[in-house]
């Protein structure tokens, strides 16, 4: 019994802070990554009722732009995460719409369990099945729609600047995989 | 090697390497980059990956490797005091009694002739040089007349070639002996793996 609270202590410190450069080209990354979708968003898809940003993708910036080596951020788990998640959540809400709350504990916990199964853990993800489910009418107006756009060419246009701004420094790469 | 047995020192040999939470932090440090593992998450990594290569290691190199191939040995006819010569002038404290075929039939250590001279309590080289000077009395003259295979302890223990030197340490250690025969597929005697051969080959070296 002590032993289940000792572990509550901790048992390691927490690792090192990057470098200033580090910072730099998380934050040009993340710029451009997310100017990126949002440009396309706001001028290009104006008027077609169609959407390419979602907040998820935020937090898919943190990851893809600010730890470029970790596994979470590689182009299997982004693509894989997102798809997966963003299929259950749209089933989710389709099967389960009149129990919200309940829809969206299912997708969540849906969206990690297949996510561990497929090598695919993405945690932003996590975010994309819940927004299928508790976002708004355009959002649930979109149907299935919503796994290919914004989902699906959010992610792919995130990733190509990603391949493109991760590369250019001599101290980072990016991917460290593909599958 | 006081806490054997614990995950991964099965083979018997400290494995734990002294890795500061310092020490892997600041190699983190000096890589550039966001690393989301802890220092802990390192250090466990670490160590079960050397335990691992430890284990690959000392299991691919095998006895055929490290042994002796030119092992002076003896007959089970060969008398106590030709054993004894032979022993002397090659310096060694140990040989295998070999049967005409080459089969191993047993080995004859110190130990062996110590416990020839039936001393009841002498186990040591230094117990005999003891009792003698206590009693002042010849304490050869029983062994004069016997042979080889009258004192060689036998069955000998011994191993095949592609023994692995962790199954060698693991067998010089349990069964307390400190040379071990190697055999053919028939039985005759190939090589001798001694504890210094087994030492010699500092496996430890090569993987820091």
């Known amino acids: ?179 | 090697m006081a806490q054997k047995k614990q995950p991964g020192q099965e083979i018997g040999f400290p494995i734990e390497l002294d890795l500061s939470d310092q020490d892997v932090y600041q190699a983190m440090k000096s890589l550039p980059g966001y690393l989301d593992i802890t220092p802990n998450d390192f250090k466990e990594i670490y160590r079960l990956a050397h335990c691992r290569a430890l284990d690959r290691i000392t299991h691919s190199v095998k006895a055929k490797d490290i042994m002796t191939t030119r092992v002076v040995s003896v007959n089970r006819d060969t008398s106590l005091a030709d054993v004894a010569d032979k022993m002397a002038r090659h310096g060694i404290s140990g040989v295998p009694v070999v049967e005409p075929d080459g089969q191993v039939a047993g080995v004859i250590s110190e130990k062996d002739f110590i416990a020839a001279m039936n001393m009841p309590g002498v186990k040591t080289c230094m117990g005999v040089i003891s009792e003698w000077l206590k009693r002042r009395t010849c304490l050869i003259d029983q062994m004069l007349s016997r042979t080889a295979g009258d004192i060689m302890t036998s069955p000998a223990i011994v191993v095949p070639g592609e023994t692995s030197l962790a199954e060698l340490v693991q067998i010089l250690a349990d069964k307390a002996i400190n040379r071990v025969p190697v055999v053919d597929a028939d039985g005759c005697l190939v090589g001798l793996v001694s504890r210094a051969d087994v030492m010699r080959f500092s496996f430890l070296r090569r993987v820091c």
């Not at chain 1, 090598?119 to 290919?148: E, Q």
């Open chain 1, 1 to 179: 019994m002590l032993s289940y609270f000792v572990k509550m202590k901790g048992i390691t410190q927490s690792p090192p802070a990057v470098g200033l450069s580090e910072v730099a080209w998380s934050w040009v990354g993340a710029f451009l990554g997310i100017a990126a979708v949002a440009y396309i968003n706001d001028f290009v898809l104006a008027g077609t009722g169609l959407i390419i940003v979602v907040g998820s993708f935020g937090s898919s910036a943190v990851l893809i732009y600010g730890a470029v080596k970790s596994p979470l951020a590689q182009p299997r788990n982004l693509i894989g995460g997102h798809l997966i998640s963003a299929l259950i959540g749209v089933a989710s809400y389709q099967m389960l719409a009149t129990h919200l709350w309940l829809a969206a504990a299912i997708g969540v916990a849906t969206s990690i369990a297949l996510m561990h199964m497929t090598k695919t853990l993405h945690p932003p993800a996590g975010a994309t099945a819940l927004i299928a489910i508790i976002g708004d009418k355009k959002i649930h107006d979109l149907g299935y729609m919503y796994v290919i756009m914004p989902i699906g060419a959010g992610v792919l246009v995130m990733l190509l600047i990603a391949l493109l701004v991760n590369n250019i420094p001599k101290t980072r790469r990016y991917p460290e995989y593909w599958f």
